[in-house]
């Protein structure tokens, strides 16, 4: 008889995405599981691994000699090294081969105006309220398969991941992208029916410090590459409440008259179940929820390269370096929306390269099991 030690790995699980077949053995339900690497810390026996990507990836953008972007999640300042900047990593992925380096802040920028703009149109009294944040998957993957019943109150934004791929593509139909970031659930993200071929790959922090290394680059040595994309709004999103002081931001800049938002965020599974079961019960006065799946934010994910707290402080001032504050004072933001054809900031509400689809699951799987607390 199996004990909870051989157990550890379904009992860790809040999506019940583990399960035990006829014949008595666990297999893993990849509709319901969320990618977001709970089991393999839990798993005692080592029987779980993290999908690599490192080889096909790297083969890609040497096969494509020079249509490959690298897109960094806004949790990576610092991760590579307190005193290198964003410039010497821009040079360190051209070195790989890379074309380019974009920070998916960018987008978060961009996202930021959309979430401001469902705020401002869904939220017309008291007692309405909006989900968000759209950037972490864990949080998305929870709602969707956990509490269906909420989905109305999650905007269908695409995550500042999806449309940054999906602007390169649209620019470079032929190019191959690979988002850098802290979360193994973004490679699950990333082949999700409605959103799959906006990022050809995912790889983690770790994976790409391995590749550096074993390339034999010194990032600290080499040549400014510095772009100046994004705002301080969007780069707060790599830490807890970073999304809702940047929609908080926005709302009051683009509608100071309209009800203002009254944020709430939760960090880690069990906190953010916790937040959904008072949302329930009419427990909280709060009209827009940020849900990160990691305690901390992205800067405590799973394949970071430093602790929680130091990878806050390294955001924190990073963004306020920013020569921008705000998605309206960015001019990238401007030529993007030029780029995409939009003539103003409301029609971001309905264009196509930032929304998603979440009819597009198998929802027989959904009543599965709940983990309710």
């Given at each position: 008889?199996?004990?909870?030690?051989?157990?550890?790995?379904?009992?860790?699980?809040?999506?019940?995405?583990?399960?035990?077949?006829?014949?008595?053995?666990?297999?893993?339900?990849?509709?319901?599981?969320?990618?977001?690497?709970?089991?393999?810390?839990?798993?005692?026996?080592?029987?779980?691994?993290?999908?690599?990507?490192?080889?096909?990836?790297?083969?890609?953008?040497?096969?494509?000699?020079?249509?490959?972007?690298?897109?960094?999640?806004?949790?990576?300042?610092?991760?590579?090294?307190?005193?290198?900047?964003?410039?010497?990593?821009?040079?360190?992925?051209?070195?790989?081969?890379?074309?380019?380096?974009?920070?998916?802040?960018?987008?978060?920028?961009?996202?930021?105006?959309?979430?401001?703009?469902?705020?401002?149109?869904?939220?017309?009294?008291?007692?309405?309220?909006?989900?968000?944040?759209?950037?972490?998957?864990?949080?998305?993957?929870?709602?969707?398969?956990?509490?269906?019943?909420?989905?109305?109150?999650?905007?269908?934004?695409?995550?500042?991941?999806?449309?940054?791929?999906?602007?390169?593509?649209?620019?470079?139909?032929?190019?191959?992208?690979?988002?850098?970031?802290?979360?193994?659930?973004?490679?699950?993200?990333?082949?999700?029916?409605?959103?799959?071929?906006?990022?050809?790959?995912?790889?983690?922090?770790?994976?790409?410090?391995?590749?550096?290394?074993?390339?034999?680059?010194?990032?600290?040595?080499?040549?400014?590459?510095?772009?100046?994309?994004?705002?301080?709004?969007?780069?707060?999103?790599?830490?807890?409440?970073?999304?809702?002081?940047?929609?908080?931001?926005?709302?009051?800049?683009?509608?100071?008259?309209?009800?203002?938002?009254?944020?709430?965020?939760?960090?880690?599974?069990?906190?953010?179940?916790?937040?959904?079961?008072?949302?329930?019960?009419?427990?909280?006065?709060?009209?827009?929820?940020?849900?990160?799946?990691?305690?901390?934010?992205?800067?405590?994910?799973?394949?970071?390269?430093?602790?929680q707290e130091e990878g806050r402080a390294c955001v924190d001032n990073y963004a306020e370096e920013s020569l921008y504050k705000?998605?309206?004072?960015?001019?990238?933001?401007?030529?993007?929306?030029?780029?995409?054809?939009?003539?103003?900031?409301?029609?971001?509400?309905?264009?196509?390269?930032?929304?998603?689809?979440?009819?597009?699951?198998?929802?027989?799987?959904?009543?599965?099991?709940?983990?309710?607390?």
């Amino acid at each position: 008889q199996e004990t909870e030690y051989e157990r550890a790995c379904q009992n860790s699980c809040v999506f019940d995405a583990i399960w035990e077949d006829e014949e008595g053995k666990l297999q893993i339900d990849k509709e319901m599981c969320a990618g977001c690497e709970a089991c393999i810390h839990a798993c005692k026996q080592g029987k779980l691994t993290a999908g690599k990507d490192v080889l096909p990836a790297m083969r890609s953008v040497r096969e494509r000699k020079g249509n490959a972007y690298a897109l960094v999640a806004p949790a990576f300042f610092g991760q590579f090294g307190e005193m290198v900047t964003a410039g010497q990593l821009r040079s360190a992925f051209k070195a790989l081969g890379f074309a380019g380096m974009v920070e998916v802040a960018l987008f978060a920028d961009i996202l930021t105006l959309k979430e401001a703009l469902e705020f401002d149109l869904h939220i017309k009294k008291e007692g309405d309220f909006q989900l968000t944040s759209c950037c972490c998957p864990v949080w998305i993957a929870m709602i969707r398969n956990i509490y269906e019943e909420l989905m109305p109150h999650v905007p269908a934004a695409v995550s500042p991941m999806i449309a940054c791929g999906r602007m390169i593509k649209r620019l470079y139909p032929d190019a191959v992208t690979v988002f850098v970031g802290p979360c193994l659930a973004k490679k699950k993200e990333a082949r999700e029916e409605d959103i799959q071929g906006a990022v050809d790959y995912v790889l983690t922090f770790q994976e790409m410090r391995d590749i550096f290394e074993a390339a034999d680059i010194h990032l600290e040595a080499l040549p400014e590459d510095e772009r100046e994309h994004a705002s301080r709004a969007g780069r707060l999103y790599a830490r807890t409440g970073g999304v809702s002081e940047a929609v908080a931001s926005m709302t009051q800049q683009l509608q100071p008259e309209k009800l203002h938002v009254r944020a709430e965020q939760a960090e880690g599974a069990k906190a953010c179940m916790e937040m959904i079961q008072r949302i329930k019960k009419g427990e909280t006065d709060a009209n827009f929820f940020e849900g990160m799946g990691c305690v901390g934010g992205c800067v405590g994910g799973p394949k970071t390269l430093r602790k929680q707290e130091e990878g806050r402080a390294c955001v924190d001032n990073y963004a306020e370096e920013s020569l921008y504050k705000t998605p309206l004072e960015n001019p990238y933001v401007r030529k993007i929306l030029e780029e995409l054809g939009l003539g103003t900031i409301e029609d971001l509400i309905e264009d196509p390269i930032l929304e998603r689809d979440f009819s597009k699951k198998d929802r027989s799987k959904c009543n599965l099991g709940r983990r309710l607390l």
